[in-house]
């Protein structure tokens, strides 16, 4: 199998791991895209939330996860969960916002990469930006919000599918075995997440 086809089967078995834990629980799917990613809310057409990652990348999925996990149930009724994205070219004022509003989901997305065995590495998504980016500060404050996490627990939804992501990726079970066992944990430590 070629790395392109072993990360298609990858991103496969996430998109059915994470749709086994949440569409019922949540009402919750997540969709490859084709473009760029978006959240987008139940509707007439549509009986489940989707979150739609950009251009079948793994990380993207995981990125968008993360977000997911951190937003409350009110901002999960929103499209984008009512926020609204700043595109690359950002000056410094900007920048440092986004990175403010980053550090959360990025140190959840980082918690859920190393469940996958796979290696990290933070977005400051500001290619064209006239801001003086320090990558190492960022990288540096997306760690100690993990550490945090890892000293006061990560999100419930998020601990579910870290836990989920672990038993796939790491102890080689079946996406329904990780599933399973991550619903099931899930299913005594949600309240109303």
Not at 92 to 99: G, L, N, P, T, Y
Not at 140 to 151: C, D, F, I, S
């Amino acid at each position: 199998m070629t790395s392109q086809q072993q990360e298609h089967y990858q991103v496969e078995q996430l998109i059915t791991l994470f749709n086994q834990v949440f569409s019922s629980r949540y009402q919750t799917l997540l969709v490859r895209g084709d473009d760029e990613p978006i959240y987008l809310p139940a509707d007439e057409e549509h009986a489940h939330h989707r979150i739609v990652f950009a251009h079948g990348y793994f990380a993207s999925a995981l990125h968008e996860i993360s977000h997911w996990c951190i937003a409350g149930v009110r901002r999960r009724l929103l499209e984008d969960y009512g926020y609204w994205y700043m595109p690359d070219g950002r000056d410094d004022s900007a920048q440092e916002a986004f990175e403010a509003a980053e550090i959360a989901p990025q140190a959840v997305e980082k918690s859920l990469t190393l469940a996958c065995a796979r290696h990290f590495n933070v977005s400051i998504d500001n290619l064209e930006g006239s801001a003086d980016v320090d990558r190492d500060a960022f990288a540096a404050k997306v760690e100690a919000r993990r550490q945090r996490y890892l000293n006061e627990g990560l999100p419930v939804r998020a601990e579910a599918f870290r836990r989920a992501l672990k038993g796939l990726f790491i102890e080689g079970q079946s996406p329904e075995q990780a599933g399973h066992c991550a619903g099931d944990w899930l299913d005594q430590h949600a309240q109303t997440s």
